[in-house]
């Protein structure tokens, strides 16, 4: 008899997810709009939306750099109506801040590893003095405590490169937080901060627009969009190579027929050539990785930020 009713159930289970989806789903975004990953999932949700045939709906829930818009998620139903865009913050933020209140492995289903980019610009105001990554690094050595950056929360792609070139230089750099993106952009050329770690086209078109300047970008190899910037490790700093990448991720325990179908349909709208064509305009590379490789991705670059956090931190 149990076994009659679990064959019911599955069955029940499987006829329930096939008709999925039958109302809106919701993309939530932990960050403000206008930024990297809300760009993102802009190019791509019409597309899906089509191809799902309901709405995709982007939903930003910005705050605590990305920490209460995925918390939201991990606490959502496993049904396959809330998703999660974000970026690598997901697993860079929680080995900063103690008080994350989520795994950003365990309590998640793994879809799909979007894009990634070339790294980030270190990029300064048009103004600023500094010629060089070896100017700023003097001055800062010379001048502890005297420079700092923009951050758009702790964990995130524009803090842990910032800390990275601190631990590796030695410097006394003080770190000046924001809610998002767009907020230090707006200090950075107005001048106020002096230095911000930025994505690559964000940065290129204020450089065209002779408001920034770009010293060098965080990848291991240069970008075609600023092709006379030299990289970290060309600037002098050895082994230096951070990408910032864009993830999809349901609440843990998603059905996998849904899961499957939402990497199908996303594969399908990376593929897009009108897709395709404005990534290469943002400085960006489709992915669209299989969930159980993405699975495994997650958790290595986990590790690896994990150690790097107690690096950066001074914790053995």
Do not use: C
């Not at 605590?64 to 818009?69: D, F, H």
């Amino acid at each position: 008899m149990n076994k009659l009713l679990f064959l019911i159930g599955l069955v029940a289970s499987f006829a329930a997810n096939a008709a999925w989806p039958e109302k809106p789903i919701k993309v939530v975004v932990p960050s403000p709009p206008g930024g990297p990953p809300d760009l993102i999932i802009r190019m791509i949700n019409g597309r899906l939306a089509t191809l799902l045939g309901q709405p995709v709906v982007v939903d930003n829930r910005p705050g605590a750099g990305g920490i209460v818009g995925t918390a939201f998620v991990a606490k959502s139903a496993p049904d396959g109506y809330t998703w999660l865009f974000t970026t690598a913050s997901h697993v860079n933020t929680p080995p900063f801040n103690e008080n994350v209140p989520f795994d950003p492995v365990k309590d998640f289903t793994h879809v799909t590893l979007a894009a990634q980019n070339f790294g980030q610009a270190l990029s300064i105001p048009s103004s600023s003095p500094f010629r060089t990554v070896g100017d700023l690094v003097e001055f800062a050595k010379k001048n502890p405590g005297k420079l700092n950056y923009g951050s758009a929360g702790i964990g995130t792609a524009s803090h842990i490169p910032a800390e990275l070139m601190k631990s590796m230089s030695g410097t006394d750099i003080v770190a000046v937080q924001y809610k998002g993106v767009a907020e230090v952009m707006s200090d950075l050329m107005a001048g106020r901060i002096d230095l911000f770690f930025v994505g690559t086209q964000l940065a290129a078109q204020q450089v065209q627009a002779g408001r920034l300047r770009v010293l060098a970008l965080t990848g291991a190899k240069r970008w075609k969009g600023l092709p006379a910037v030299p990289t970290m490790q060309e600037a002098g700093f050895k082994d230096y190579n951070l990408i910032n990448w864009f993830g999809l991720w349901l609440p843990a325990r998603a059905p996998a027929d849904i899961v499957a179908r939402i990497h199908a349909e996303t594969v399908k709208a990376l593929a897009e050539p009108a897709v395709r064509a404005q990534f290469d305009a943002q400085g960006l590379e489709a992915v669209g990785m299989p969930p159980a490789e993405f699975a495994k991705f997650v958790a290595k670059e986990s590790e690896f930020i994990n150690a790097l956090a107690r690096k950066i931190l001074g914790k053995k």
